[in-house]
């Protein structure tokens, strides 16, 4: 995997961010930063304006995030930090430092799907799970209505 902020590959399609750009470039603009953090950056601004919330309370979230990141043995960063360490770290975009930015990780994983038949012809019975469900969401039209970071960024990171 690549280092840093992922970037576009294929220029000869239709990027799949391009409506959530085109919400965020409509309402604040195209700044010199990484996507993800402007699309975060731009909604949380839009918070600040909407509800008086102030860059000390993402703050605090990254904080107690890091915090509790400790207790767990899997975790991408074991190491504790300080609220004036997440505060003072570099800026990423407008409020957002760094140790409020999440990793670029890929979190690879895979799944083999196989017949019923070719589970039992190979033993796999014990290993098996079977899908019972599967569902797919997509952006909808509402999602973009409003030039609303807010509800872009809680529409594209909730599937």
Same mark, same amino acid.
């Given at each position: ?29 195209l700044a010199a930063a990484p996507a993800a953090p402007q699309m975060f950056g731009n909604a949380g601004r839009e918070h600040m304006e ?23 043995p899997y975790s991408q960063f074991q190491e504790e930090y300080s609220l004036e360490q997440v505060i003072n770290s570099r800026k990423v975009? @407008?409020?957002? +430092?760094? &140790? ?11 799944? *083999?799907? /196989? ?19 599967? @569902?797919?969401? +997509?952006? &909808? ?11 872009? *960024?809680? /529409?594209?990171?909730?599937?």
């Open positions: 995997m690549e280092r840093g902020s992922l970037s576009s590959k294929y220029m000869d399609r239709t990027n799949p961010m391009d409506k959530h750009m085109e919400v965020m470039i409509n309402r604040y603009g909407k509800y008086g919330t102030k860059p000390e309370h993402f703050a605090k979230i990254a904080w107690k995030n890091h915090k509790h990141s400790t207790n767990n975009f @407008e409020f957002l +430092t760094l &140790l409020q930015c999440c990793p670029t990780s890929d979190g690879a994983g895979a799944a *083999v799907l /196989a017949s019923e038949t070719f589970v039992k012809n190979n033993g796999l019975e014990a290993k098996a799970v079977e899908i019972i469900a599967q @569902e797919m969401v +997509t952006d &909808l039209a509402s999602t973009f209505e409003e030039n609303s970071c807010m509800k872009m *960024v809680r /529409a594209f990171f909730s599937h």
